[in-house]
């Protein structure tokens, strides 16, 4: 798939708002039929435009109540090292998101656990299990002004 048209564009949009949508109401709202629109869907999953189709959770209501975010720095920057903080990162799943990132920090941590003791148990696994780390700091998230997942599709350029 080389590029989205409108119509698939607007498929991305109802997904990303309510993926349990059936495919008969995202064809009706986007002018297709129903096989047209399902084979879009499936070249957008084969082409990894679309990663996943997923529930979202309330961290709150599944006793997740902080959110944390770390800003790590390292004195190694092998690609060996590399490997080795994807792979510690992959084993921890209270590690939602990390990035590498420009400027004086070198990646960015989304952590959700539980409370200040559940932070601490992750941060004693991370520094323990990645010891060339050379800075870690943590911002606690006091509220959750904005969350979502749906990213803002630009329009057909």
Known sequence: MDTIDKIDRQILALMQEDASLSIQ???????????PCW????????????????ALVDPQKVGLGLTVYVRVKT??????WARTLNEVIAAMPEIL?????????DYL????V????????????????????????????????????????????
């Open 109 to 112: 941590l989304k952590i959700i």
């Open 25 to 35: 109401k995202i064809a009706d709202q986007v002018g297709l039929s129903v096989n």
């Open 97 to 105: 998101e990390c990035h590498r990132i420009g400027g004086d920090v």
């Open 114 to 157: 539980p409370d200040i003791a559940g932070y601490d148990r992750t941060y004693k696994e991370l520094i323990d299990r990645l010891p060339s780390l050379a800075d870690v700091s943590a911002l606690f998230s006091m509220e959750r002004l904005k969350s979502t997942t749906g990213l803002p599709i630009p329009a057909e350029s």
């Open 75 to 80: 004195r190694e920057h092998s690609a060996a």
């Open 39 to 54: 084979r879009r869907i499936r070249q957008m999953e084969a082409a990894g435009v679309i990663l996943g189709r997923v």
